[in-house]
């Protein structure tokens, strides 16, 4: 059975027995989930349901959902199982059937469907736990034993094996797992599943999810209450059921894989099996393929952060293993199209993004080919440095550094150095945690402000809102700015502190002209008042809450009370000039796309009143002429005066009409397109608010193109008012040059420029005089700037020089900074006092820090091999060491680092 029939039988049985099917989300999580970068279980984009904060579009669900996990990426390759990137299929069920129907389910499709034979299958049920208060799952096992499984063939496992939660609190439940017996060929007789063996294989796991699980405030066990309705949660991984029904031993031996070494196998003249390092390599190389050619379909793309890493992670470990087989370069897009090849006909979207996929897949191949060798280079100044002082390690910091600046893999480091007879000294696995954590730290509002209650959590206090109301709250935003309205529910969360702070309420309304925050829109403010006149607030915040929303006001004067009748009020001026910003943002994004490449997906977005800031990914700054393309037609299209409509129709007609969707926003079977004029430059899938025509745009500004972070760029921009008072600001300041200059404005800059040709004339008079060409300790200036170099369009300078001292040095560098723009400057010399002092400089201009170069990063990575240390700001530092001879290497390395800054930017 191939593992395309494998997902369609899973699927049909379900369908057939009243579950709807449903695509599988994206690899990307909903922007409105924090809890994880990637999806990692079938049943992660169905939270919402699980939780109740959304209703299901079916109580019975089934799927096959495409998953992502790290957590065992160093055991891929190593063994026949581990993968990163696989296939979950799963049947769901929201208080429709329970425990009964879910085994009675189980057993069938494993007997039917898939032909297992009824003694070859053995389950594991929760043997109960103390803490819990619970026992056995008597329910369970009883059902398993009606259907005919012996009580030797059901057995009992503790919580940590058969009771699922999430985390401290919400939903859990026991569960039940399914194994095929694979014989005595494979163990013992006393093996049994769940236990460290081969003989017993499991393959599919039943959730039981029946509890809320509460955390206890006095530090004793969680307390367990019964959830109001019983849901299912099932997931059995495609892959391993391949590698069941078709005998083979291994996942990388069927039929999704097997194609994936063959080509391992074409590109490198080598044979799988022959050794374990290329069995090693090419599995790797297989599954990182896999996942980031389905990660770069989902709008992921390479950076040195969040699930960019992790997808330069894969990329990463994949090029080297690549590199460690020879293969030639290139090989990345030769694995993709295999990829597509083989999945697309399930996962479309392959197809369709398939020019991008490549693209960053070439750029990262290319860019991490350069990084690996100016790493290497480090690393052999560091395996010089140790022979040299008769050290048998390498220190872990180093080891590090080589981690953090140039990606490379711990495991790489620790071959190349054993191959020296180096090991390494020191816990690098402390100082990647250390990292994790600086990432952690990351702070997460609390939702409701800082006025929230203490004797509750925010998500708490909106769910209390919530069902006290009883109903959700209807959006009529897009109707009307005005709503008589009845307060549903109100809970009061600061009173105030009695020397005229306003007292603030969370406030739960019928109807709510109000926008919640979302899709990179900022909610509404306004006013609530009462009828009559005698209470009036106003709207700080709207909290979405799934297809549902809150609203915070700050009273003003009277009191807000359930039940009370009130007219709620949109500010209109600032609803209006974010409706232009929106607007605005769309016609960017199909300009950028039109302009740049289809390979251009939003990566975030801010869209208020005051401006618009749009993220998207690509590898480069754009050109000046790109930028003016691109505002040109964006301003030509705001001329026309094209309709802007939204319109209501199905995902799948939205999809074939080419909509563009938010990656990682999880749609309804019914979207929301927004639509500007007959759709061909602009269809988006969209919930946010918008003009009803171009023209009420008024003028579109580019105020900045920047780097947002590794692949991703920035533009902000103006609309309508706030973008004529930036060209009158701009029509003042230019006047004002003129003005000074003593001519016409449009005279300005031919004046500027043969004011600046004048000081260059008098710059080198007085150098042939003798007075302007040396800094101190007689270093030529001219000669130093002309060694400076491009790297990935940036202004580099790494070089040696002979001053007397620090003092020297740091000056030498103040005067390179006037003539040398937006740098990166890294300057070393030996003192002149005899001690052998090395001395070493790092100034950074803030558009290169933007771009990922610190200084005081790149000298300590140079200080390390002069024996010494250092470190300083990110534009500005020093450091000293001790070695003279290992100054060239000491630059290079630095020379390196900022490289490898650039290009991860």
């Not at 819990?132 to 940590?160: M, Q, T, Y």
């Not at 491009?790 to 040696?800: G, K, R």
């Not at 290992?886 to 900022?898: D, H, N, T, V, Y």
Request: charge should be negative.
């Amino acid at each position: 059975m191939t593992s395309d029939e494998i997902r369609e039988r899973y699927l049909s049985f379900f369908e057939e027995r009243g579950h709807t099917r449903i695509s599988s989300a994206s690899l990307v999580p909903s922007a409105h989930d924090p809890s994880a970068l990637l999806t990692v279980a079938g049943m992660h984009p169905l939270k919402p349901f699980f939780l109740g904060r959304q209703m299901p579009p079916a109580s019975r669900l089934t799927s096959c959902q495409k998953v992502f996990r790290t957590v065992d990426i160093d055991n891929v390759g190593n063994t026949a199982r581990h993968l990163t990137f696989f296939e979950m299929l799963g049947n769901f069920s929201f208080g429709d059937y329970f425990k009964h129907e879910a085994i009675a389910l189980a057993w069938e499709l494993s007997r039917e469907v898939f032909g297992f034979p009824e003694q070859d299958i053995w389950v594991t049920v929760f043997e109960g736990d103390e803490g819990l208060g619970l026992g056995p799952d008597e329910e369970a096992i009883a059902r398993w034993l009606e259907l005919g499984v012996p009580p030797e063939r059901i057995v009992r496992c503790p919580r940590s094996e058969n009771f699922w939660q999430a985390g401290p609190s919400g939903p859990c439940g026991p569960c039940s797992e399914l194994y095929i017996d694979r014989g005595l060929d494979h163990g013992a007789p006393a093996d049994l599943p769940g236990g460290e063996n081969e003989r017993f294989l499991e393959y599919w796991n039943l959730v039981f999810m029946q509890y809320e699980q509460q955390p206890s405030d006095n530090g004793a066990s969680a307390s367990l209450k019964p959830l109001p309705a019983n849901n299912i949660d099932t997931g059995l991984g495609l892959n391993r059921m391949a590698a069941i029904l078709q005998g083979k031993e291994s996942v990388f031996e069927t039929d999704q894989f097997q194609p994936l070494i063959e080509l391992g196998e074409e590109l490198s003249g080598r044979r799988y099996l022959q050794d374990f390092q290329t069995d090693r390599a090419m599995r790797i190389l297989a599954d990182h393929t896999r996942a980031m050619t389905f990660l770069t379909a989902d709008g992921v793309v390479p950076s040195n952060e969040d699930r960019g890493y992790v997808l330069r992670r894969v990329m990463r470990r994949a090029i080297q293993q690549g590199r460690a087989l020879d293969l030639a370069p290139g090989f990345l897009s030769s694995y993709a199209a295999r990829v597509r090849e083989l999945m697309a006909g399930a996962y479309p979207e392959l197809h369709e993004q398939a020019d991008a996929t490549d693209m960053w897949l070439a750029a990262e191949e290319e860019g991490f080919g350069r990084t690996l060798a100016q790493g290497m280079s480090t690393l052999r100044g560091y395996i010089d440095q140790a022979r040299a002082r008769e050290q048998t390690a390498v220190a872990a910091e180093e080891v590090f550094r080589l981690h953090d600046t140039f990606g490379f893999p711990y495991d790489m480091t620790s071959e190349l150095l054993a191959e020296e007879g180096l090991s390494i000294e020191g816990d690098f696995e402390s100082l990647m945690e250390e990292q994790r954590a600086r990432g952690r730290a990351v702070s997460v509002g609390a939702g409701v402000g800082a006025g929230a209650p203490a004797n509750g959590s925010a998500e708490q206090l909106i769910r209390e809102l919530t069902d006290e109301a009883g109903h959700a709250t209807r959006f009529t935003g897009y109707e009307t700015q005005e709503q008589q309205t009845t307060v549903a529910a109100a809970r009061e969360i600061s009173s105030g502190d009695g020397d005229g702070e306003a007292r603030r309420y969370l406030l739960k309304l019928a109807e709510s002209p109000f926008y919640a925050a979302g899709g990179g829109q900022i909610a509404d403010t306004g006013t609530i008042e009462c009828e009559g006149g005698d209470c009036r607030a106003a709207v700080t915040n709207v909290i979405r809450r799934g297809e549902d929303q809150l609203v915070e006001v700050q009273l003003e004067r009277g009191e807000l009370e359930a039940g009370g009748q009130v007219n709620a009020r949109v500010e209109r001026s600032a609803r209006h000039a974010t409706e232009c910003n929106h607007t605005a943002t769309h016609l960017l994004q199909a300009a950028l796309r039109d302009r740049v490449g289809s390979h251009v997906r939003q990566a975030g977005s801010y869209v208020g009143p005051d401006k618009l800031r749009f993220d998207f990914s690509h590898g480069q700054a754009l050109s000046a002429a790109e930028l003016r393309d691109v505002e040109d037609r964006v301003n030509e299209w705001i001329a026309r005066n094209d309709p802007v409509r939204p319109i209501t129709t199905t995902l799948d007609e939205a999809r074939r009409l080419g909509a563009m969707a938010l990656f990682g926003e999880k749609y309804g079977d019914v979207v929301r397109m927004v639509q500007i004029g007959e759709g061909e430059h602009s269809r988006e899938l969209c919930g946010g608010t918008h003009v009803r025509s171009t023209a009420e745009i008024g003028p579109f500004r580019i105020l900045s193109e920047t780097s947002s972070s590794a692949n991703v760029r920035r533009i902000e921009a103006l609309t309508g008012p706030a973008a004529v008072e930036l060209l009158r600001e701009h029509d003042r300041l230019l006047l004002e040059i003129a003005g000074e200059l003593r001519g016409r404005p449009e005279d300005a800059p031919a004046a500027v420029r043969a004011l600046a040709t004048e000081r260059k004339r008098l710059e080198k008079e007085l150098k042939q005089a003798g007075g302007g060409g040396a800094a101190s300790g007689g270093v030529d200036l001219e000669q130093l700037v002309g060694q400076a170099e491009q790297i990935e369009n940036a202004t580099v300078l790494a070089t040696t020089v002979q001053v007397p001292d620090a003092k020297a040095l740091l000056e030498t560098v103040d005067h390179l900074k006037g003539r040398i723009a937006d740098a990166a400057i890294l300057l070393g010399a030996v003192g002149a006092v005899g001690d052998g002092r090395v001395n070493l400089v790092v100034s950074v201009s803030p558009l290169l820090v933007e771009r990922g170069v610190k200084a005081g990063e790149i000298v300590k990575i140079a200080a390390a091999l002069v024996g010494g240390g250092g470190g300083g700001r990110d534009t500005m530092a020093q450091a000293g060491g001790r070695d003279p001879e290992q100054l060239p290497a000491a630059i290079e390395a630095g020379r390196a680092a900022i490289a490898a800054a650039l290009a991860s930017h």
